[in-house]
């Protein structure tokens, strides 16, 4: 039997607010269960929602009919999962902690490692995350940044990357 909300995967978004309880429930755990090293990956990833008979949520790598987009911060010798924040659609996240100061990808790195604001861990993360605006937030919460900056991004510095590279490839 299939609820009734979960027949047109499409209204999957309604049942959110279920989740976020089970989601925060889930962080607090991974939080006060385990001290991550030095060193944070921040990505995304999809966790499958298996059914109401045995509830549970797994780690998957690629997108089912029903799952659940978020990003994630896990420590980077031990993968495991220590925060994460749900992709909840445009107009919910843009209403975020971190984003009316910072902007999208800026304040949900912020979200992803506030919990570590203050202890100069590094942060790795992908092109999604990397960005002079994110490396800057970040230091200025005392936490490094190693990530993809694109050079299409505010605030790179393409005057010194065409001073300093002159070959293709450098």
Same mark, same amino acid.
Request: aromatic fraction near 12%; charged fraction near 20%.
């Given at each position: 039997?299939?609820?009734?909300?979960?027949?047109?995967?499409?209204?999957?978004?309604?049942?959110f607010?279920?989740?976020?309880?089970?989601?925060?429930?889930?962080?607090?755990?991974?939080?006060?269960?385990?001290?991550?090293?030095?060193?944070?990956?921040?990505?995304?990833?999809?966790?499958? +929602?298996n /059914?109401?008979?045995? !509830?549970?949520? &797994?780690?998957?790598?690629?997108? =089912?009919?029903l799952?659940?987009?978020? @990003?994630?911060?896990?420590?980077?010798?031990?993968?495991?999962?220590?925060?994460?924040?749900?992709?909840?659609?445009?107009?919910?996240?843009g209403?975020?902690?971190?984003?009316?100061?910072?902007?999208?990808?800026?304040?949900?790195?912020?979200?992803?490692?506030?919990?570590?604001?203050?202890?100069?861990?590094?942060?790795?993360?992908?092109? +999604?995350? /990397?960005?002079?605006? !994110?490396?800057? &937030?970040?230091?200025?919460?005392? =936490?490094?940044?190693?990530?993809?900056? @694109?050079?299409?991004h505010?605030?790179?510095?393409?005057?010194?990357?065409?001073?300093?590279?002159?070959?293709?490839?450098?």
């Open positions: 039997h299939v609820p009734p909300a979960l027949e047109n995967p499409r209204e999957f978004d309604g049942m607010g279920n989740c976020k309880d089970f989601f925060k429930a889930c962080i607090e755990q991974w939080q006060d269960s385990f001290s991550p090293g030095e060193v944070l990956c921040v990505d995304e990833t999809m966790f499958a +929602w /059914g109401p008979a045995g !509830t549970t949520l &797994s780690y998957i790598q690629e997108s =089912l009919t799952s659940i987009l978020n @990003k994630k911060t896990a420590c980077a010798q031990s993968n495991i999962i220590v925060d994460a924040d749900l992709v909840e659609g445009p107009e919910i996240d209403n975020k902690e971190f984003v009316a100061e910072w902007g999208k990808s800026t304040g949900c790195t912020l979200r992803l490692t506030k919990a570590y604001h203050g202890t100069w861990r590094t942060v790795v993360g992908d092109s +999604w995350f /990397g960005s002079v605006n !994110t490396a800057v &937030s970040l230091y200025k919460h005392q =936490l490094f940044f190693v990530g993809n900056v @694109k050079n299409g505010f605030g790179f510095p393409k005057s010194v990357l065409k001073e300093n590279c002159t070959e293709r490839g450098q």
